[in-house]
């Protein structure tokens, strides 16, 4: 039969024993909480840098269009036309204006329409060079436009692959206060019934190693030994 110092020692070994699981079980549930949050901010960020991937690739998919041959030819037909309409705007077809009312006197008319002639074939040669001209510099106005877009898309896409960098640099100490944010204080349980636990097993330890009954053995100078000899 089990004296009173002994089932002290059981129960105070008990009562440890579950102080400890208690403490055990709590700092399992704060890993696993630390861990879930840590990995929302990863996900969180690989979303992010998703999204920033699909804008970069939109960028360069919009530039890599522009060299479609079916777009090119469009492209081209706009620069050619742009530039040729320039040029046709720069010929002086209105000869009637205050430079040339000096020839609108009384000259005869066969001068009259040599001048007539002249004027119009200069403008039907100026309006065939404008043509050639603006087909032949429409290649550079669409060269120059396709070297400005890929410019563009070069800068875009470098800012997004930075703002990528920036959120992945993030990530420790996002991390890192997320689960802080997530732990939980250990709660005062388990340190209780560690603590009684303890102070028991210790106090019937002590007990059981003092004069007990007929034996008169001194306490042993080893490790203490919470359950008297004999049992």
């Not at 469009?74 to 046709?88: F, H, P």
């Not at 898309?153 to 689960?179: C, E, T, V």
């Not at 944010?181 to 340190?191: H, L, N, V």
Request: aromatic residues 6%; hydrophobic residues 40%.
């Amino acid at each position: 039969m089990c004296t009173g110092l002994e089932i002290l020692a059981l129960v105070g070994l008990g009562m440890g024993g579950a102080g400890g699981l208690i403490q055990h079980n709590e700092a399992q549930a704060n890993q696993a909480a630390q861990a879930r949050a840590m990995n929302e901010q990863l996900f969180a960020m690989l979303d992010k840098n998703r999204r920033l991937s699909e804008e970069a690739r939109l960028e360069f998919d919009e530039q890599l269009g522009n060299f479609d041959p079916a777009q090119v030819g469009q492209n081209l037909g706009e620069a050619q036309g742009e530039r040729t309409a320039n040029l046709q705007s720069a010929i002086t077809r209105d000869l009637s204006g205050p430079a040339n009312i000096a020839l609108m006197g009384d000259v005869p008319e066969i001068v009259k329409q040599a001048f007539a002639d002249q004027t119009s074939r200069a403008v039907a040669n100026s309006s065939a060079n404008a043509n050639a001209l603006g087909a032949l510099s429409g290649y550079n106005d669409l060269m120059l436009d396709n070297q400005l877009g890929i410019t563009g898309a070069a800068r875009n896409i470098g800012q997004i692959g930075n703002f990528a960098q920036s959120n992945a640099a993030m990530l420790p100490a996002l991390q890192q206060y997320a689960a802080l944010e997530a732990t939980k204080p250990p709660s005062i349980w388990g340190q209780i019934f560690s603590g009684m636990g303890n102070a028991a097993a210790t106090f019937a330890g002590a007990k059981g190693g003092l004069p007990m009954g007929g034996y008169n053995s001194p306490a042993p100078s080893g490790p203490m030994n919470i359950i008297p000899k004999g049992y």
